[in-house]
């Protein structure tokens, strides 16, 4: 195994691996902001607090069995916290949502060029596909240190858009927030409205911190069993303020623009809302940033179609090329035929509550943990507790 010593340059590739799986397709277009933040207006920042907390929580707990158990196969960490059972039936669930997200990023792939250059729906779908299967082909390690540099500038890319807009449109904020909280929505009708995750704030909450940790529960525990401690706790803590931090300037630029846009398509009802932001900012960056929305895209899916392809096939081997092509080509043409907000929507939504369920499994597990260390202490219990700790891993640099 490699050196155990923490390395800043390493972090700060770890974080933009985070950065590039949460940065997906409906964060860059603007899509799942609109439904998980600024539909809520204020309460959108309630949103973000309870993602920051639980996506350091779980992420942390994800690297330290990782570590310890040294899994080949990420996703037996789910029967680590849940037992044989139930933990079966996470692993092949989370494989699947996985699988389910794919399908979103090849229709936000397809909607940002045809928003934003007037392309076939198709072309854009078989286009970050075939980019798609080549990386996931390459293997994990390539795969990390790709989409660990891409991760950092595509959010830098969008933070800066919404900085300017909000330089140039922050005195209409009060606005936005009035249109959302009372439903003054440019070009509704009676029964139209702001596609919302959930109820309320909360649920929001804990259904985006429960989509995203399906997403990271292989890929944390395998970043874990091959890293040093130091160095991914810190570039999990930085990626998290990051992504918090572009949370916070895109939903504040779309709830000043939530009315911005014409003929019948505006930033709060738009595929790509976020297309109209960059529009306002200056005309001909519109193509820009649809380009940058297309390689983040990109960055995102690679971990997306990886997971499945390694659950049921060695990597390096030719049956896990064949089943990379195989799901990578049956995935195309499912996000292809069904509209993009109905993907986000139903697809992050619905499995986000499954994995605010599996969080409570790792609280409880975690609960049970303390106990028994605390009762070894006090030498009622054998010495050894349900789960050492993220210190001494067998881990590579």
Request: with cysteine; charged share 10%.
């Amino acid at each position: 195994m490699g050196s155990q010593e923490f390395s800043w340059k390493r972090a700060c590739i770890l974080a933009g691996a985070c950065i590039a799986l949460v940065i997906g397709s409906g964060f860059a277009t603007g899509q799942e902001l609109v439904q998980y933040f600024t539909a809520y207006g204020l309460g959108g920042l309630a949103v973000v607090a309870i993602f920051a907390i639980v996506f350091i929580y779980y992420n942390i707990n994800f690297a330290r069995v990782g570590a310890r158990e040294q899994y080949e196969v990420g996703n037996q960490v789910f029967q680590h916290f849940c037992g044989k059972k139930l933990g079966t039936f996470f692993d092949y669930y989370s494989t699947m949502f996985c699988y389910m997200s794919f399908f979103v990023m090849i229709g936000g792939a397809a909607s940002t060029l045809q928003q934003g250059f007037g392309l076939p729906s198709w072309v854009g779908g078989a286009l970050v596909c075939a980019i798609v299967v080549a990386i996931v082909c390459l293997g994990l390690s390539k795969l990390v240190d790709i989409i660990g540099i891409i991760g950092p500038i595509k959010i830098a890319f969008f933070v800066v858009i919404g900085l300017v807009v909000l330089c140039m449109d922050w005195q209409q904020l009060p606005a936005g927030l009035e249109a959302v909280n009372t439903g003054a929505l440019a070009g509704a009708t009676a029964e139209e409205g702001m596609v919302k995750a959930g109820d309320n704030w909360l649920i929001s909450g804990l259904s985006y911190a429960g989509f995203v940790l399906l997403w990271f529960a292989s890929f944390m525990t395998l970043l874990g069993a091959k890293n040093d401690r130091k160095s991914l706790s810190a570039g999990i803590v930085i990626a998290t303020a990051v992504i918090c931090l572009a949370i916070v300037v895109i939903y504040c630029a779309q709830l000043a623009n939530i009315n911005t846009g014409s003929d019948g398509v505006y930033v709060w009802n738009a595929p790509i809302p976020n297309l109209i932001l960059a529009d306002k900012v200056w005309p001909p960056l519109s193509v820009v940033y649809s380009v940058v929305v297309f390689v983040g895209i990109c960055a995102t899916a690679v971990p997306l179609l990886y997971n499945p392809a390694a659950r049921f096939a060695k990597e390096g081997t030719r049956k896990f090329r064949l089943l990379t092509l195989g799901l990578g080509v049956a995935g195309l043409v499912i996000g292809l035929f069904v509209p993009y907000r109905t993907l986000v929507n139903v697809v992050y939504v619905i499995n986000g509550y499954i994995g605010a369920v599996l969080l409570v499994f790792m609280v409880a597990r975690n609960l049970r943990d303390f106990v028994a260390k605390r009762r070894a202490v006090k030498g009622t219990a054998p010495t050894r507790p349900a789960e050492a700790d993220f210190e001494d891993p067998a881990i590579e640099g």
